[in-house]
């Protein structure tokens, strides 16, 4: 995956080969800070940015996206800033508000803390490129583990296999079923019950 300013930088260097006005941009009155020359706005795949009229002797650019990071409550663990939800081209992540000084970003691999049935990896929540939730293992690609069904620390009380998976039905109730396809077992659950509860932490040490 390219860096932000990576993707800037290919949106610059495709408009400066095509002629004419929108290679230009639109003018600012704000001055580059780095060589004192006028900055304008352009706009590029990956959204609208002020780059240096300079360029390409000057490489100075900067984002006009980031009305659209959100703070968080959190601090960012390089350098101790707050730090942003921001929305980029694949969806939202959580960097540095002090991008582009500071490259933070947070990882969003939740790790369940549960085993992974096929190797000593750990279950850890991912999101496909469009967003949605899917289950998959720590040591990927190693290990092509994955799911769509969350995982459940619970050992199946048919054939005692560790990992159970918790269906969601949007209507009507959630079961748990077990990962072993020559099991048959299947239980419907309280939604109430599940979601009140809070998963125990069964880490194991390995
Ligand atoms: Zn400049
Ligand atoms: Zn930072
Ligand atoms: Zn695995
Ligand atoms: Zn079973």
Redesign the pocket.
């Known amino acids: 995956i390219k860096s932000y300013n990576e993707l800037l930088d290919e949106d610059l260097k495709k408009a400066s080969q095509k002629e004419g006005v929108k290679s230009k941009g639109i003018p600012s009155e704000e001055k580059?800070p780095?060589?004192g020359?006028p900055l304008v706005i352009k706009s590029g795949k990956y959204g609208k940015f002020k780059a240096?009229s300079?360029f390409p002797e000057?490489r100075?650019k900067k984002s006009l996206n980031t009305k659209e990071a959100k703070p968080l409550d959190e601090k960012c663990p390089e350098c101790g800033s707050q730090l942003v939800l921001r929305q980029g081209r694949y969806g939202s992540f959580i960097a540095c508000s002090n991008y582009p000084r500071c490259k933070y970003i947070k990882k969003e691999n939740k790790d369940t803390g549960i085993g992974c049935p096929e190797c000593s990896g750990t279950i850890v929540m991912k999101k496909t490129k469009k967003g949605k939730v899917f289950y998959g293992c720590s040591n990927f690609p190693k290990c092509r583990f994955a799911s769509w069904d969350e995982p459940v620390s619970r050992p199946c009380p048919k054939c005692g296999r560790v990992l159970v998976f918790r269906k969601n039905l949007i209507k009507g109730k959630s079961y748990l079923y077990c990962g072993n396809k020559d099991c048959d077992y299947k239980e419907f659950i309280d939604r109430e019950k599940i979601w009140g509860k809070k998963r125990n932490k069964e880490v194991g040490a390995d």
């Open positions: 580059c780095e060589c020359r240096c300079g000057c100075y």
